[in-house]
Structures are given as C-alpha cells and as structure tokens.
C-alpha cells in the first residue's frame, strides 16, 4: 500500500492525508483558520447584538440621577 488517496486542503490547497485528524485540512492551522473564518462570519452576524448590549450600558451609565 503505498499510494494514499488525498484531498486537496480547501485552504491552502496542499494535499491532506485522511489519516491525519485534521483531516480534509491539510494541518490543525489551516483547519483553525478555517474556523477562524466561519467564526468571523458568525461574529457579523452577530454584531448588531453586540452593539445593542453596548448602547444599552452606555444610556444607562447616562442615566445616572445628578442631585
Ligand atoms: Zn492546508
């Protein structure tokens, strides 16, 4: 058995080894950069959320009474 099949990393485009674990990644760092992008996308879409909870703190750090 000396011919392995491989699948071209959809990151880098290196062939990845089915045998290895990061497997269809060609290595554990472009599988994390994979996750890096879907987490980016995850965190646009999850952005106005977070800028909601910030205008929230900030009107009610303004709504301080002043006597
Ligand atoms: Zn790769």
Known sequence: MTERK???CPIC???ADPAQRDFPFC???CRTIDLGN???E???AHSP???A???LQVL???QQPDE
């Open 6 to 8: 491989t699948r071209d």
């Open 13 to 15: 485009g290196k062939p």
């Open 27 to 29: 290595s554990q760092r």
């Open 38 to 40: 879907w987490a980016s």
């Open 42 to 44: 995850t965190y646009v």
């Open 49 to 51: 959320i977070t800028e």
């Open 53 to 55: 909870d910030e205008l």
């Open 60 to 62: 009610s750090e303004q």
